[in-house]
């Protein structure tokens, strides 16, 4: 067994105009660790269960890779959703993400990569133990949440994947289908479908990158991004992409959905930065949910959301203010 120190991310930390609000402006106009160590000890954990819905899941907690403030309770972080897909209220994925079939569910592997095709999901988790970790999510709306997520490493899994010399960067694509998902058959909607995603490939394969397919324990809520999402914990919200249907390894920096919609508003980086605003509001602090009008619990915003430790040397020598 070895200790390593607890990283400094994993210590307790010391008038937004929603995403949406952009949208409805554009329709107006236009109509490690000792207990990692344990990972090998055989019969500890079983092997990973299939992602049934609604159940518990084993795992290994990762105290390493959590943080102690308290969480967000379990109300708040399955019913204030962004899933555009399902509607731009923050209400609306709880109430109709439920119209979304998970099971059986499939991912497409394509690109700069030794093992491209289709893959059944349980394909891809099975070689895996569950992990939970603790990650604080900063919406680049300016609120917070503590979220216990279950899931796996992302460069365990993109690893199997085996990217080649080319594959300078990851792509990630949501489901688009109108059937399941009412916000994709409204005509009001600005997003150009499906929500796609992406990353250098050093940041995928940094330690702090997560694909979840549960929180607090059990099967991911449909509304969090069931069966599959990605969490990046450095990086503003809208980069963890929910309900995965493609990965694409490729030489050309991949176009995303922000950034596409508002250049000047989202960047392909969208590291969580306190000291470069969004045009329409400051990123200096942010609302830890459960906030109220009466306890609205703001607390400051720190540089890549606290995780600088593991993720500043990705950016060294880049200007962040020009790759926001
Ligand atoms: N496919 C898809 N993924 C998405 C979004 C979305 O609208 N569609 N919203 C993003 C945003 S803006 C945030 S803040 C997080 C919210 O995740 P949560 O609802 O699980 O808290 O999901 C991100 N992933
Ligand atoms: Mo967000």
Redesign the pocket.
């Known amino acids: 067994m070895f200790i390593k120190k607890r990283p400094s991310w994993a210590l307790p930390s010391c008038e937004i105009t929603p ?1 949406s609000a952009y949208l409805n402006r554009r329709q107006f106009m236009s109509g490690t660790i000792a207990v990692a160590a344990g990972l090998s000890i055989p019969g500890l954990v079983s092997a990973a269960q299939l992602p049934v819905p609604g159940e518990a899941l084993d795992f290994v907690a990762m105290p390493g890779y959590s943080t102690d403030e308290e969480k967000t309770p379990l109300e708040d ?1 399955t019913q ?6 399902f509607g731009t209220g923050k209400g609306d ?1 709880a109430r109709y993400a439920n119209e979304m079939t998970v099971d059986p569910w499939s991912v497409v592997v394509e690109g700069e990569c030794g093992r491209p095709g289709k893959y059944a999901l349980e394909d891809i988790l099975k070689p895996h133990e569950y992990q939970e970790r603790v990650y604080r ?1 900063r ?3 300016a609120w917070s ?1 503590v ?1 216990p997520w279950i899931g796996v490493p992302l460069a365990d899994v993109l690893q199997k994947f085996e990217p080649n010399l080319r594959a300078r960067y990851v792509y990630f694509e ?1 489901l688009y289908d109108p059937d399941q998902m009412r916000g994709q058959r409204s005509l009001f909607s600005t997003i150009d479908w499906p ?1 796609q995603e992406g990353l250098r490939m050093d940041e995928a394969m940094n330690e702090l990158g997560f694909l979840a397919v549960g929180l607090y324990g059990k099967t991911m809520p449909n ?3 069931a069966p599959i ?1 990605l969490v990046l914990p450095w990086k ?3 980069k ?4 995965i249907v493609k990965i694409r390894f490729q030489e050309q920096r991949p176009k995303t959905t922000w950034e596409m919609i508002a250049p000047q508003e989202y960047g392909f980086y969208a590291n969580v930065n306190p000291e470069v605003d969004h045009p329409r509001w400051s990123q200096k602090r942010e609302r830890r949910l459960p906030s109220g009008l009466l306890s609205p619990n703001w607390m400051e915003t720190e540089k890549f959301n606290g995780y600088a430790e593991q993720v500043a040397h990705l950016y060294k020598g880049m200007d962040l203010r020009k790759y926001y």
């Open positions: 995403e972080v204030y959703n962004n899933f555009y897909e994925p999510l919406c680049v709306e949440m979220i949501t929500y509304q969090n991004g999402r503003y919200g809208f963890s992409i929910k309900s």
